[in-house]
C-alpha cells in the first residue's frame, strides 16, 4: 500500500461515505471530550430512567458475566465481536460489520438505543465490544467502568465515584482501523502503543517482541487495584509523557496480543482527546507474517 493510504487508516465496509463527517486525523489532539465508561452509580440512574439502555454482558470462551439486570443480553467476545482467526490474520480480527449488524437486529437492537457493555471486571473485552459496535456505526455505546464486579460492589456498598448521567457519543471518525499492510509499509508513519503486559513486549530478548519502534504502554497502567479507570488527572500526567498530547499529527495506533487489551487503551485515553487506531490482528497477527517458523 502506498505511504498515504498507510496514513488513513479504513472505515468499515458497507458505511455509506456520505452518512460519514470528514475524517479525521488519528493521532491528531482533538478539544477534551467525554469518555466512554459509566459508573455503576450512573448506570443504576440510567437503568431507573423512562428510557433505560440495553445491557451486552460480554464473555469470552464460554466465561459469560452474571447478568446485572433482565434487560442484559450474553454476548461472546469471539463470535460476536471477531471474525474467524489464524495465521497472519491473527486471533480475533475485526468481523464483517454485516454480521454484526445481524445479530443486533436479531436481538432487538436498532440504531440508536442506548447499549451499556460489561465483562467480568477486566474491561478489556467489553472495551473489544465498545470499539466493534461504535466503529460499525452503533450509536450510542458505553463501557460499564469495572465490569461486574463494580457494578456488585455498588450493590452492596454505593459507589463514589462521580455518576456521569450521558452516554458517551465519540465522533465516528474515531473509530479507525489499520491492518498489518498499513503498518508494514511503513512503521515510522505512526506513533505505534503495544498495550500488552511488560513482559510480553519486551519477550526473551532474543526474538522479536513487538512491533518495530512500538513503546510499552500496558492496558492495565490505566487502571486502579480495582480495575476502575484511573481518574483523568492521573490518565493525563501518563499521556503526556507517552507524548501523546503531543501536537504531532503522526497517527496514533494501539496493538495488543489479538486487539482486546488495545480497545481497553483507546477507551482510556478517548476523553484526553486523543483519537487511536486499532491494529486488531496485533502481535499474533504481525508475528505470523513476519516471524513465523
Known sequence: MSPSSSASPSLPPGRPKEENPPREESGATQPP????????AALAA??????????????????LPPAIHPASHATELSSHYASAG??????????????????LARLGIADGID?????NGGGSQAARAWWVLSWIGHYPVAILDGGEPAWRAFRQHGDSAQATDDLTDLPRAAFLAVDTDDIAD?????R?????????YAGNGITPSHLPGAVSSPAAAWQDSDGRLLPRAQREAKARALGLLDASGAPVVAYCGSGVAAAYWIAAVADLG?????YAGSWSAWSARFHST
Not at 33 to 40: E, K, T, V
Not at 186 to 190: G, H, L, S, W
Open 186 to 190: 511503513d512503521p515510522a508513519r505512526y
Open 86 to 103: 489464524g495465521a497472519d490474520r491473527g486471533r480475533l480480527p475485526l468481523p464483517d460489520p454485516a454480521d454484526v449488524r445481524a445479530w
Open 274 to 278: 486523543v483519537r487511536a487506531s486499532l
Open 192 to 200: 505505534l502503543f503495544d498495550a500488552r503486559a511488560t513482559a510480553a
Open 115 to 119: 447499549l451499556v457493555v460489561y465483562d
Open 46 to 63: 440510567r437503568l431507573a430512567s423512562a428510557n433505560p439502555p440495553t445491557l451486552l454482558a460480554v464473555g469470552n470462551d464460554g466465561v
Open 33 to 40: 471530550a467525554r469518555g466512554p465508561f459509566l459508573s455503576p
